[in-house]
């Protein structure tokens, strides 16, 4: 046996020498064997140039790859059939038109358990609701700035005023602070104009204003889907509470001196710090200067005023909130930047890793800020709420963290307008209130005037298809 295995292995070795050892691999071979070098990732940056900058700066800087970054605007989005790129950085309240067009695809499970991304150190209210359409998270944040009621807390102490609870105390409030008198040494120059309060009315603002202080009026227990009838869309825009909520915003216009203003937040907070108001519904951004009065470090900052009582659409009454139930509801979607994944990505996991990187408790720290439409959104963010609040002085840049962490914390949040046709229902609504504020309508008529052109928008839209997309903007059913 040993005798023709050690035959056979020498006619092994015969037949190698005799046939020649494999040819070693050409140039050829050697070229395809190695790593191709990968293309740019190429990000969209809908209205936000300065956010896409520091973007790219940042990857370059802990990658030492180039990172394309093209600046488009929204008409350019609204008439694209596909997204020519990666990945997009898109305001949160585009979530619908862009998912509901297939322009963006749903993140991975996987990807947002990665242990650098930190997913539950995300506020709850966009970790479970402004990040996702339907059951699916199609996106990851950047950062969702509040409607907030900023206020004097000096001026407050000195006219002997408690910070308002609910929108009647804020109005009780808003009254007295009309009043030069009652600031007293306070008070600012008598060639300066004053206003007990301000509230912003410019387009894409005012409308919003209006859903924020109906959103505890309309968010009742039971109800699901405040603006629109669940099955039918019917507009409810026309309803009680929006109606008591519209009738209390052009009584705090005329008696807060605001009502000829078109502010945006930003502008309403540069009036506080300015001296010239009390109260504000805004919030800071990274982008402020130095303030023309030092009254900085008097700044504080509540979440908006809430309702005892809630109205019940089935039964058409109104209800008292229980002891177990926040009176306060705050308006999610309202403005912010997010970012999602192309659904024409080149590369769907490397522009997913991508996304995923740029929203990371670290990165997201550095960019963020950089963008004035944007704030923090993460519970580990709140020490260092001073990048996202400019050369607001430390303490009320800090309080300003809390209130925000805690009005994003809410069990409940009022569902902003996410739906495809967002920009024209809301242009409506900014109408409306313009009407109500300026007297040249009832607020019943011009609610009434709004309803009618919402119903038109959704029979334009499709009356089935915007029904799937409210479903799916509630987190109803299955994308």
């Known amino acids: 046996m040993q005798r023709r295995v050690a035959f056979a292995s020498l006619v092994a070795v015969v037949s190698l020498l005799l046939t020649g050892c494999p040819p070693s691999p050409g140039p050829a071979s050697v070229k395809s064997a190695q790593p191709l070098k990968q293309q740019p990732l190429v990000l969209l940056v809908i209205d936000d140039p300065q956010l896409g900058q520091a973007i790219a700066r940042e990857w370059r800087g802990r990658t030492e790859e180039e990172l394309t970054i093209r600046d488009v605007s929204l008409a350019q989005i609204d008439a694209a059939s596909r997204l020519p790129g990666d990945a997009v950085i898109f305001p949160s309240g585009l979530m619908g038109q862009l998912a509901e067009r297939d322009l963006i695809v749903p993140l991975e499970s996987s990807a947002l358990e990665d242990s650098a991304f930190n997913y539950r150190d995300i506020f709850d209210q966009i970790r479970l609701r402004e990040m996702r359409w339907g059951n699916k998270a199609f996106a990851v944040p950047l950062g969702s700035p509040q409607l907030l009621l900023a206020y004097r807390r000096d001026i407050f102490a000195n006219a002997g005023l408690e910070a308002p609870d609910d929108w009647t105390q804020y109005q009780q409030v808003l009254q007295r602070l009309a009043d030069r008198t009652t600031l007293g040494n306070r008070a600012p120059p008598g060639n300066q104009p004053w206003r007990a309060a301000i509230e912003p009315l410019a387009d894409g603002w005012a409308g919003q204003v209006l859903l924020a202080r109906a959103a505890a009026y309309a968010l009742h227990r039971d109800q699901v889907s405040p603006l629109f009838r669940f099955d039918t869309m019917a507009p409810l825009i026309d309803q009680p509470p929006y109606l008591r909520a519209a009738e209390e915003l052009v009584a705090a216009a005329q008696a807060g001196g605001f009502a000829d203003l078109r502010s945006t937040p930003a502008e309403a907070f540069a009036e506080l710090r300015a001296g010239r108001c009390a109260m504000a519904l805004a919030w800071p951004s990274s982008e402020l200067a130095r303030s023309e009065l030092a009254v900085d470090t008097e700044i504080r900052f509540l979440v908006v005023p809430g309702a005892e009582q809630s109205y019940r659409f089935v039964t058409k009454s109104w209800e008292s909130r229980g002891p177990e139930e926040n009176s306060h509801i705050p308006l999610s979607a309202i403005a912010g930047r997010m970012a999602a994944v192309s659904s024409s990505a080149a590369d769907p996991r490397r522009a997913e ?125 299955e994308f």
């Open 353 to 477: 890793g991508f996304v995923i990187w740029l929203a990371g408790s670290e990165v997201s720290q550095q960019v963020s800020p950089r963008s004035d439409a944007t704030t923090l959104f993460r519970r580990s963010q709140v020490a260092a709420s001073g990048r996202w609040t400019g050369a607001l002085a430390p303490e009320s840049s800090r309080q300003y963290a809390d209130v925000l962490a805690e009005s994003l914390s809410a069990p409940r949040a009022f569902p902003g307008l996410t739906l495809p046709g967002r920009s024209d229902y809301l242009a409506a609504l900014d109408e409306a209130v313009r009407q109500a504020v300026s007297g040249q309508q009832s607020t019943k008529d011009a609610l009434t005037g709004a309803a009618r052109r919402w119903h038109e928008i959704t029979q334009r839209l499709g009356v089935e298809q915007q029904r799937r997309s409210n479903a799916r903007s509630l987190g109803q059913t």
